[in-house]
């Protein structure tokens, strides 16, 4: 059986770009680093655990990619 992206995807946040913005389902699981649901980073995110989203439209909310590698790097998730 061969492998799927997925399975073939670096870990740890190798996939994230070095700077820039990105949204929430390039963070979560399964397409990003982070293994949590929408509620649980949304709850973190309001307790201070999880870094703060920087709004850049009216509808686009997305992440400082050093924050999320900072997070990672942490341990956090």
Do not use: C
């Amino acid at each position: 059986m061969a492998a799927s992206n997925d399975d073939a995807r670096p870990q740890g946040g190798a996939h994230l770009p070095q700077t820039g913005f990105i949204r929430l389902t390039s963070i979560l699981a399964p397409r990003g680093p982070i293994p949590v649901a929408r509620s649980t980073w949304w709850a973190g995110v309001a307790a201070g655990r999880y870094p703060k989203p920087v709004r850049l439209g009216p509808r686009i909310t997305a992440w400082r990619v050093e924050d999320i590698r900072a997070l990672i790097e942490k341990g956090a998730g």
